[in-house]
């Protein structure tokens, strides 16, 4: 059971969420009209980046940071461990309660599935431990540090998972509009669907995207993980080349 402290945090979160879905998305539906045209691409890409700038500064509630945080200690375990450092955490949406977290495992276990998401849904629903539980976790929140790759994001559409925090960007596999679009389309201020869209995956139409939670700390990790990698890279390339001309 949760601390009656965090309880608060986690209601903090569900009051503005409700105003939030509505009136941040019409430079999103505008972004994606763009992207219909790849002459526009360029534009899109600053629309997109405006948007998404946009959220991160609305989105943040003291429940969502507090979550974020514990899936950023994650994700800096992960990257102790040599892997990129992507960390999530499973909450159930009506007690706070954590109910599984992880951080990427595709280098520890050799297995290019066993991304952070992808983990938290296998241990949430293994740990319901009977036939057909795995839709207890249909009732959670999933915390993220990095934008879900296409094969997350069919796995949180296929658990129904109801509701996604995320921190930054996937410019190279994000599924919610940095490479493709997988979730339910944004909708316009009014509330509307861009009809122009894909419509949403018919068993889960509904799930809720917050964008850029904890976004800097995300992002930063990321950098710094793949800075320090480039200069192992280049420090193995020099080592491997003076070898070779010793021979
Ligand atoms: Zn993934």
Redesign the pocket.
Known sequence: MMAPGLLRLRALATAPRQLRRHVRKDSALACHHLALSASASAEFDETCEESFEEEKESSCSSADSHYMALALEQARLGMERGEVP?GAVLVDDATGEVLASAHNETETASDPTA????LCLRRAAAAAGRSGAWRAVGTASLFVTAE??????GAIMQSRIPRVVYGCRNDR?GADGSYVSLFPPWRGGDGGVDESRAPPHPFHPNVDIERGVSHDECQELLKLFFRRRRVENARAKEQQRQEEDDV
């Open positions: 992507i991304h952070a998401e992808m879900p790759c296409p094969m997350c994001a596999l």
